[in-house]
């Protein structure tokens, strides 16, 4: 047996969790970032968690990947463990989530709307009909037609 390939598997691993963190904290740098420094907070506020099917912020897509807590503050979101690099959690005042519209295709419903972070408009889009059935005594939303 040769010994000096022993230190193959901790090698691979240690460089595919550096490639992995480079890569989430890269893609943070084109949504996140820009949010967290106007709203990001230690912690997720108390309240239900709800498991956020689908969200686009600006080009970035996170496919269950984020937590949801909606509370009278705003709207905390916070990623999974394993997207957290880069990541704080965030507490989005309602007042900076502008005007959502609804559209329906098949059996999904996507809701579109934007977050105001100072100069910046970041798009957001959704999939998750418990966080907008949690939300909508703070949204309103433009039903389609």
Known sequence: MSYHLIWLVPTFLLGFA???CLVVALLAQLAWQPLARHFAVTGLPPGEQLAVTQ???GFVHYSHALLAVVTPEGLGLQPIVLF????PPLLIPW?????????????????TSHVQAGSTRIPMRFISPA???????????AEPG
């Open 95 to 111: 007042a900076a989530i502008g005007p959502v519209h609804s559209s329906t295709f098949l059996w999904s419903t996507q809701y």
């Open 131 to 141: 966080l907008m059935a949690a939300a909508r005594a703070w949204l309103s939303v």
């Open 55 to 57: 969200v686009s912020l």
């Open 84 to 87: 957290r690099v880069g990541h």
């Open 18 to 20: 550096a490639f992995w």
